[in-house]
T-cell receptor, first 113, second 107 residues
Framework: DAGVTQSPTHLIKTRGQQVTLRCSPKSGHDTVSWYQQALGQGPQFIFQYYEEEERQRGNFPDRFSGHQFPNYSSELNVNALLLGDSALYLC????????????FGSGTQLSVL | AQRVTQPEKLLSVFKGAPVELKCNYSYSGSPELFWYVQYSRQRLQLLLRHISRESIKGFTADLNKGETSFHLKKPFAQEEDSAMYYCALKGAQKLVFGQGTRLTINP
């Protein structure tokens, strides 16, 4: 069992660019949640995808969007990147839209210059 | 609104001493509380949740609705407990994390 996998591990972009981050959930899981973790902070909830739909959303602007595919993998897209978007982006998988036990990936470290 | 507060960013105790990591929450509904842990060079992982009422690696946590707290406790700290600990609250269909406490166990 490979667990939750995220790609890429590191990414450097410039302001105004767009970025796509990818996540494959743990085998058997059908729900993906995305979190942003700034340096020295706890993970902040961006949104959750279940049954290929965005189910819940945190306090993030529309520049942050996502998608879930039929195989349950997910993408996080961020448009018009700002310096403040620099952070570790974590993906977590679970079952049936729940949060009872999240399995986290290692994250994608995004740097915006 | 949901909010989780972990008042201590850093906590250092000696091996064998008791440990208490504080967590306070704000939520008007019926909360579900969790503790997540991240050991060095490892992924964030679930340590325990209040509905299970279990002890994991010697840690326990009791939900106190009157004080809106969910403190994590261990009677005798071990060096392998050194890690980053996050308290999390599930309410309104999303999971909110606190800022975390870095626990260091000194030999």
């Amino acid at each position: 069992d490979a667990g939750v996998t995220q790609s890429p591990t590191h990414l450097i972009k410039t302001r105004g660019q767009q970025v796509t981050l990818r996540c494959s959930p743990k085998s058997g899981h059908d729900t993906v949640s995305w979190y942003q973790q700034a340096l020295g902070q706890g993970p902040q909830f961006i949104f959750q995808y279940y049954e290929e739909e965005e189910r819940q959303r945190g306090n993030f602007p529309d520049r942050f969007s996502g998608h879930q595919f039929p195989n349950y993998s997910s993408e996080l897209n961020v448009n018009a990147l700002l310096l403040g978007d620099s952070a570790l982006y974590l993906c977590a998988s679970s079952l049936q839209g729940g949060y009872e036990k999240l399995f986290f990936g290692s994250g994608t470290q995004l740097s915006v210059l | 609104a949901q909010r989780v507060t972990q008042p201590e960013k850093l906590l250092s105790v000696f091996k064998g001493a008791p440990v208490e990591l504080k967590c306070n929450y704000s939520y008007s509904g019926s909360p579900e509380l969790f503790w997540y842990v991240q050991y060095s060079r490892q992924r964030l992982q679930l340590l325990l949740r209040h509905i299970s009422r279990e002890s994991i690696k010697g840690f326990t946590a009791d939900l106190n609705k009157g004080e809106t707290s969910f403190h994590l406790k261990k009677p005798f700290a071990q060096e392998e407990d050194s890690a980053m600990y996050y308290c999390a609250l599930k309410g309104a269909q999303k999971l909110v994390f606190g800022q975390g406490t870095r626990l260091t166990i000194n030999p």
